[in-house]
């Protein structure tokens, strides 16, 4: 596995100033192997025993900067090209087509979507040349038993609102911003259909964090573009982000959701039943439109989400008192008043899943780890270390709800109950 520059951390640093809900794979993966490997005796790996992850090869796949999005205008935030990854499939896997939208956070504001712009969150000029397939995108059948030999693509995200904004709500008086995501999202896809994926025979459309979210949002969509006889469903990672206040009674996430619809103009994009009803910003959360989904939809969601805790539930404030500034960084150092907090957190989930739970073709992976973006690592997707339900990793779980293999509607016990979570530490 190779370890991000710390540049990148540096960087991220930086951003989370004028930003501070964003949030970076890397910086979380530079987290996550530095607990692994730079740590052994460190906290973050709760049960005893536990070996680290197969370090596989790096499987590094170029980029590719879109062919078609300068005549159509699709563009990143500074008006750059977008770009994805594309690994193409090979013998059975070779009429199958996954793809991956990256995930980053939002930007809400002038000011943090300027800044966004300076760095590859929204910004192809700063995209690395090539990036490590990992877990559902890893090319090692050990690794990824499912779909290691499919079509898979890794799309970039470079707009800052999920693939969703409008170009129309752009400003007209020289503030050079795009939002153009929505435009990104189907210029890519009509790239991608004229490679070959026009004649899928099954297809999954996946993401994780903002990408989770955009993986909701645009499912049918993916769906209706792809043949109609093919095998079409979606895996949403980590983007079941949950519309509750925060422990100090705010609304944060919703606010900060209300800005970023109205600032990059996302509504035409959302749920048109939803966005119907007062107040269609609170269609970007999952809860308003999942049961509105026509395509099966399988959700991947830590209980106890990291990103949600640090950003939703308890985020950073001067208000906050000590012992919550340890809690929301590590979840071992939570005293039993927070833990309780962090249990509600969970029940809001449950509830929030509620009808889904019974839809028929729906599939689900509700483990109670202190995680985030778990299809992305062999440590959490699958490995003989990885993260289990009922004795079954995420990739056997999401293969067995695809492959209509048997009925999946996993949901872990509470906390600290599973010994094979992966539970980061942030301090
Ligand atoms: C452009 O317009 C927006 C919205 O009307 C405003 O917030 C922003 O400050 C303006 N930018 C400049 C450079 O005038
Ligand atoms: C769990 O699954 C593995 C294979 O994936 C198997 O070898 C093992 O026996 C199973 N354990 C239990 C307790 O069923």
Known sequence: MAIPRLSSLLRWRKLAKSDWLVASIGFVLF?????????PTSDSVP????????????????????????????????????????????????????????????????????????????????????????????????????????NRVKIRYCDGASFAGRPEAEFKNGTRLFFRGQLIWETIMDELLSMGMSDAKQGILTGCSAGGLATLIHCDYFRDHLPKDAAVKCV?????????????????????????????????SLDHNCVAKPEPSTCMFPQKFLNNIRTPVFLVNPAYDFWQIQHVLVPASPNLDKSWAKCRLNIKECDAAQMKVLHGFRSSMMDAIGKFHQNKAGGMFIDSCYSHCQTLMSA????????????????????????????????????????????LNFT
Request: glycine share 8%; charged share 20%; proline share 7%.
């Open 31 to 39: 987290v996550f192997l530095l607990s692994f490997f730079f740590d």
């Open 47 to 150: 049960s005893v025993d536990r070996s680290p992850p197969i370090a596989s090869p790096p499987d590094l796949v170029k980029l590719t900067l879109s062919s078609k999005a300068k005549e159509r205008g699709a563009f990143c935030l500074d008006g750059s090209l977008p770009g994805y990854h594309f690994h193409k499939g090979s013998g059975s896997g070779s009429k199958s087509w996954l793809l991956h939208l990256e995930g980053g956070g939002w930007c809400s504001s002038i000011a943090s979507c300027s800044a966004r712009a300076m760095t590859m969150l929204g910004s192809s000029t700063y995209f690395e040349d090539e990036v490590d397939f990992q877990g559902v995108l890893s090319s090692d059948p050990s690794l990824n038993p499912e779909f290691f030999n499919w």
């Open 236 to 268: 949403s990672d980590g983007g079941f982000f949950l519309n509750v206040p925060d422990v100090l009674g705010h609304p944060t996430m919703r606010s900060f959701y209300h800005n970023v619809v109205n600032l990059q103009g996302v509504e035409k």
């Open 380 to 423: 959490t997707w699958h490995s003989p270390t990885s993260t289990r339900i009922e004795n079954k990793t995420i990739a056997e779980s999401v293969g067995d709800w695809y492959f209509n293999r048997k009925p999946v509607k996993l949901i872990d016990c509470p906390y600290p109950c599973n010994p094979s979570c992966y539970n």
